[in-house]
């Protein structure tokens, strides 16, 4: 049987999601799965400012989903929560299945 959940805890779980609600967040995380990154760095792949990258990897790091890591004068950060490629392969597993499943619709109607 399903535990009942509080609403501290619903609370919490929907914060979760409106921190992975941001497409540059979602870019940003993209980026560190594949290893640590600098902010330098991270700016180039995202095409973002670097003032944008800094308060998004801000916001990230608050909430536990990124490490950072001073070297000298540059900041290196990395994922800090790895379970959240389980919840973004799980939605982009499903946006593609439905995605696919249009452009057949698509397909067959433009045939008919």
């Known amino acids: ?3 009942v959940m509080s609403d501290e805890m619903l609370e ?3 914060q979760r999601f409106r921190l992975l609600a941001d497409p540059m967040r979602l870019k940003i995380l993209h980026q560190l799965q594949h290893g640590e990154r600098s902010v330098t760095e991270l700016v180039q792949a995202t ?6 990258v800094s308060k998004h990897l801000s ?3 608050s909430h536990g989903l990124v490490k950072r ?5 540059m900041a290196f950060f990395s994922i800090g929560a790895p379970f959240i ?3 973004c392969n799980t939605v ?3 946006m593609k299945s439905e995605w696919e499943q249009k452009q057949n ?6 045939n008919a």
């Open 92 to 94: 982009c597993d499903s």
């Open 1 to 3: 049987m399903q535990e």
């Open 69 to 73: 890591r001073q070297e000298g004068n």
């Open 85 to 87: 490629f389980d919840v």
């Open 12 to 14: 919490l779980i929907s």
């Open 59 to 61: 916001t990230l790091r």
């Open 47 to 52: 095409g973002a400012s670097q003032p944008n």
């Open 105 to 110: 619709l698509l397909g067959q109607m433009g």
